[in-house]
């Protein structure tokens, strides 16, 4: 699940495909479903705690933290139904517990929860949702409900993975843009000067 960083009414769920560029980075293609006719809406980018960390503090406002996602059931792994649920138990816990201290930097392009039916105007900056009660109940529900998956049992299963206290800088929505309460980095497209490549034509 992500929320626009500026608008928690905002919300979609989304659907990761990622591949690991090194021990440190990931990149993720995020689609609007698991199903064949999936629309591609968004690119996510995760990195590690020691990237985060060495991160200019200016470019920090755009990350967002792992650690409530994991340990509150709403980020799951679904598997082959064929697969023994203890292996989809130990296998999504395994793999979720290295994400709980990493950081994502996510764009959606595709603006799906507006009804648009083609990619419009730009990119829109994401976020993670960081506490309870965030997320709205009848989106995680027909979720659930879809994928065959219990989110209140998840958390309870994930209570021994060790918590990640989120580092400054990250998941800035939560102090506000530059610390001014009730705003928040998003993306605004205005002119700029145009510079050519050869300044005499």
Known sequence: ??????????????????????????????????????????VEYVISERLFDGLPEEEKKYWHSHNYEVKSGQLVMPMPSLTPSSVVKSAEKLALEKLVPTYGKTWHLWQVDKGDTLPMGPAQLMMSFTGDHQVKSSLLLNRDQRLGVDTEKKRIERQDIPSHQPHPGADHWQEGADGKEGTAWQVKMEPTKFKRANPTL
């Open 1 to 42: 699940m992500n929320n626009k960083s500026n608008d928690m009414t905002r919300q979609v769920e989304a659907h990761h495909y990622c591949a690991h560029v090194n021990e440190d980075v990931r990149q993720c293609l995020i689609y609007d479903s698991g199903e064949a006719s999936a629309r591609l809406i968004g």
